[in-house]
């Protein structure tokens, strides 16, 4: 173990345990997680290859070896729920697993899918089939020319009376269906969403079951044009698919029927409310968030914290002796942000669950009032954690400088993944404009004098002009910055919808007229995602039942993530001077100051994530700080230096070489 | 030919042409660069396989041999000057070939630096050598402990008066060297830094050319260990190294001794100003600036231009038909500043380029007096353009969506080469801090009545308190532009050295003063080059001699430059009161009405990029428009989809698939 680590974790003022049990949800949760983590890398069956010198190919094949094992017999053999969402282990499944694994759609998606939208007799006839893997699934919803715009979908599935069939049709190139995973390979049936057409006309979408590889051969069905789309930026453990049906004919009973549903005759008929379909949308976001963005984070952070910590470079005296480049108030400003916002994240996402869990009993009972409020914090959450964690992996990666580029420092591993979720399960851009959209429509509530609650009641209360504050100290204060940030989000959104009512009284057309401030708009969501965040996570933190030193620590790392946006991104504070100057110096200078306070606690703080180095894969983040040698072991073992000499290269270079 | 893309190139109001031999420098520039282009390009050894499908290992291996065939036949046969940087073939040629490719240390580096250091006979010895590729070099600064301190490299050469020899030691696992280009399985020879002893004296870094492998047998010679660090986050067409030596001894010739040299007896005498060897370094910042960052912007420009022209998703009416992404405000705002951006970046570095060549010539003559301000605009243009680059590349991605994500768009390989550039050839914090240690210095220098000159004039300048606009239009402006950067950079200069004042008067030492401040330091470097760049395109386009509508267009892109800087980063603009909240709504509309106004000229914009389809790499972006066909085309020949079935990963489904 490197002294300098062994040093930095002397210096940590709380108790790291504590912490853990914390982000776990208990310590039984914690001895769980260790318990499943335990079983899975201690496999050698689910052992994966060191990453970077796999083709696409082989990374393909290694992750259907590898999670076939595991839901036909490990998981099984320890009894993991694995396809519900909500049981713990599926919690904790995902961090010992890579990212993203083979399978993860057909287990995630298409089995989940057949309940959200079939019938109990087509859930007992197919759920059991896919659970045991005796079939393999995708989900066939984004086509090659349609991603966000869900109603312009072109696939069609027309009724054939005379047949009692539905007739599937792909009409075009760009209607293929395009980029489901699971589908390019190893898939043998589609859950195809597509428009329903019976006599002669449309009813819109609707999802199907379609068989597309013969079970016996594993070839394409009649009609079936199927393959892989080709290598993608990462996360290519799955295949990703491309799908043409031309005339691909399959039983009426392979439509899925909980909420509508099609008689002998074609007569269409709705019989549920299918906005409940959409609950579960909310629900992979929220998830994607949790397993995918803030554990990428905290990953990135843990890498980052140990590194810079171990790094030496320069001094802060003449002629001294070098020091960890943590010291360095730059470096601090790269890192502990981010542990920050990783920790509030989580804090946020852990509160979003737990108000989704009620949502979806309120909505059981027939109660859908809060579906709006919902969709915009799902929604809003899922972008804006996204882009920060995009944006924080990147800083990350960079403030461990040429070795952050190596791929043995695992953290271009993390970016090149994690920079997918900005635009899958909804763009990003896209998801704000919903925001904006839910954000104008409360705001003309307030306007008509309806009360509004939750994630919202703020934009009815009354604000001070002014931010109090005259001291540094103040800054670090709560409810003073959630005022803040409470007061930009109001004064953005106001703007916008005074600058809406103007266009539309020029006479601009509605779809114009938002679309000539959507910049303004997008930002309004922003602001009022950013203060949900800020408020959450605070209110989580008060709430929480810990040792006063765990709490102060807490307290100080919400305060950081509320600091670091104002110091970063004034300008919406200052513009109708809500701060002043003088108001921002004091915060800057309150957030150098905080930056100096952590630096000590930085090693214990990533330390609490807890990811074990298997986990992890970093040379240089590791939990002993040896990044050296690790990185020197790595390069020794590189393929390229199987032999000294590499002949397949050198055949090139031989025949000029000048012999001395 | 895509319709769309059609009517795009109909509704240009300007000669593309004009602006291609514009940004090419002449009519015969765009000629001689077309040629080359078309020599490259259409030599079938010089073709490369499909991105994306290749092993790391496959990708050096190819490379080598391309670049080998390339320098040794092709190069010669076309009697280009591949080994001399200002030569006008060199400045087209990185766009034909890809970004990063093998023997580009050797040939960038290694060659260049043997004249930088080396005395005329040294010089006459292994230049021609290593231009024929007789012998192959590699630069070895960076090491494993090392990279921004160069001065405490661990590295020694110690003298041998015995028997005239140098001992080359890298004594302990953090000197190893790390990182050098062409080092890992190529290279024969090393240009080591290392410290010179000589009479158990340190007499500080020297450059010296160690033989590292056999020139028969190509194994690595006694006390040699050497070897690829393993596989890295992109450009991996080459094999970067490590190098470990270990008592490796050296003819005293080998030590390079232009501008110092040990006599026989092993006194060291300074012979030349080895500040001089800086200049060269500078000129690398410049080169790649223009080679790796702008062309990638510029790309990846013309691959999101493009493919926005031709993806059609929503409509701006109820029920209306759809309408390409580039109609709406959110997707012009993600890749109309960009595209000004790149021409204003590329505007930018022919100025420096110029002022660079005015420099040399000074320097040759003895006059080093624009030293300082020269390496502060080199490495703060190196640092602001890697950074703008990297996250304007980052953000053309997202704006294609799903498809930025497939390897096929040619993005995400833009994405990952230019992202290093960051970090090498200077971190970017680093450099910041070198820019803001010449501002201090001005500062002080102004403050003491003394003149200032060339770039940092302005600062001693007297401007206005308040910003003047009280209109839109006034917001094209560039002379009101400029004076708001001029503002902003003045202020954040003169409050950071007023606080650094504050805190020597508190008794803080220099270092420690420093280090609490560089976050502000940081912002104030930024301020200046960001200012630089404003200031320096708009003065270049003001001088071109152009066609108006041409003029018009630029002046244009000049001001959507800065005022995108305003209206994302209003802050420090907004702080001292410089622009109001009015002033600052002014300038947003003024910028939505701008990206309108140039919303049609979009693909002329791109296509004066003049990068053929070969060279983006992209189904997405080419020039026909054609996305969806070449897309289908790139899925159909994946390697994956040879045959129906995948038999490597079909052989773990198969036990267990259900059969009908």
């Known amino acids: 173990e490197s002294q300098l680590i062994i040093k930095e974790r002397q210096q940590t003022t709380f108790q790291v345990e504590e912490l853990i049990n914390l982000l776990d949800?208990?310590?039984?949760?914690?001895?769980?997680?260790?318990s499943i983590e335990q079983t899975i890398l201690s496999d050698p069956l689910m052992k994966t290859d060191k990453i970077g010198y796999l083709t696409r190919e082989q990374k393909y094949v290694q992750s259907v070896r590898r999670m076939m094992y595991f839901f036909t017999d490990l998981a099984k053999r320890n009894k993991w729920n694995i396809e519900d969402p909500h049981c713990p282990e599926m919690l904790?499944?995902?961090?010992?697993?890579?990212s993203v694994?083979?399978?993860m759609i057909h287990m995630g998606a298409f089995v989940p899918s057949i309940s959200s939208f079939g019938t109990l007799e087509q859930v007992s006839k197919w759920q059991p089939l896919a659970k045991e893997c005796l079939i393999i699934g995708c989900y066939a919803q984004t086509e090659l020319g349609h991603g966000t715009n869900l109603r312009r979908l072109e696939t069609t599935s027309t009724f054939d009376r005379n047949t009692q069939e539905f007739i599937v049709n792909t009409p075009n190139l760009s209607s293929m269906k395009w980029w489901p995973g699971d589908m390019g390979k190893s898939a043998n049936h589609a859950m195809v969403m597509a428009q329903l057409i019976t006599n002669g006309e449309n009813h819109g979408m609707q999802a199907f079951i379609v068989p597309i590889r013969d079970m016996t051969t594993h070839k394409p069905l009649p009609g079936v044009e199927v393959g892989n789309i080709g290598s993608i930026m990462s996360l290519e453990d799955t295949d990703n698919g491309y799908l043409r049906l031309n005339n691909v004919r399959i039983p009426k009973e392979n439509m899925l029927a909980k909420y509508a549903n099609v008689d002998r005759s074609g007569r269409f008929q709705q019989t549920g409310n299918n906005r409940l379909m959409y609950a579960?949308?909310?629900?992979?976001?929220i998830v994607l968030t949790r397993e995918q963005m803030i554990h990428a984070l905290q990953k990135a952070c843990t890498i980052a914290a140990r590194y810079s910590c171990v790094r030496k470079q320069g001094s802060l005296t003449p002629n001294g002796p070098e020091i960890p480049i943590m010291d360095y108030v730059t470096q601090q400003n790269k890192v502990i942000p981010r542990i920050a916002l990783a920790y509030a994240l989580d804090f946020t996402i852990m509160e979003v669950r737990h108000r989704y869990v009620q949502f979806l009993a309120d909505v059981t009972r027939g109660d859908l009032s809060n579906m709006a409020e919902m969709h915009a914090i799902s929604s809003g959450i899922k972008a804006n954690a996204s882009e920060r964690t995009v944006a924080g992996v990147e800083t990350l990666?960079?403030?461990?400088?040429?070795?952050?580029y190596s791929m043995a420092s695992g953290l271009p591993y993390l970016l090149l993944s994690v920079t997918g979720s900005c635009t899958y399960e909804g763009e990003n851009t896209v998801l704000y404009l919903q925001v904006a959209r839910y954000l104008i429509k409360t705001a003309a509530n307030i306007s008509m004098g309806k009360s509004v609650d939750g994630s919202s009641a703020y934009l009815a209360e009354n604000t001070e002009a002014r931010c109090s504050a005259t001291s540094q100290e103040e800054f670090?204060?709560?409810?003073?910055l959630d005022a803040c940030f409470k007061h930009r989000s109001k004064q953005l959104l106001q703007s916008?919808?005074?600058?809406?009512?103007?266009?539309?009284a020029e006479g601009k057309q509605q779809m114009e007229a938002w679309n000539l401030l959507s910049i303004q708009l997008v930002n309004s969501a922003k602001a009022h995602i950013e203060r949900y965040i800020v408020a959450t996570s605070a209110s989580f933190v008060r709430k929480l039942n810990c040792s006063l030193k765990v709490k102060k620590l807490l307290n100080q790392l919400c305060s950081l993530v509320a600091l670091h946006q104002i110091t970063n991104f004034p300008g919406d504070f200052l513009k109708d001077g809500y701060l002043d100057s003088h108001q921002l110096d004091l915060a800057r200078k309150a957030e150098v100051k905080l930056l100096q306070s952590l630096r000590h606690n930085v090693v214990g703080l990533v330390d609490a994530f807890d990811f074990r180095d298997e986990i992890l894969g970093s040379c240089i983040g590791a939990y002993d700080g040896n990044a050296y040698e690790r990185l020197y072991d790595y390069a020794k073992n590189d393929v390229m230096n199987k032999n000294d000499v590499h002949e397949e290269s050198y055949q090139y270079l031989r025949p000029h070489l000048h012999r001395g």
Chains 1, 2 share one sequence.
């Open 25 to 34: 949800g208990g310590k039984e949760k914690t001895a769980l997680r260790r």
């Open 92 to 98: 904790f499944l995902s961090r010992s697993l890579s």
């Open 101 to 103: 694994v083979a399978f």
């Open 280 to 285: 579960s949308m909310m629900n992979l976001r």
């Open 397 to 404: 990666r960079r403030a461990c400088g040429g070795h952050g």
């Open 476 to 480: 670090y204060d709560h409810s003073l």
């Open 496 to 504: 916008v919808a005074m600058d809406l009512q103007g266009l539309l």
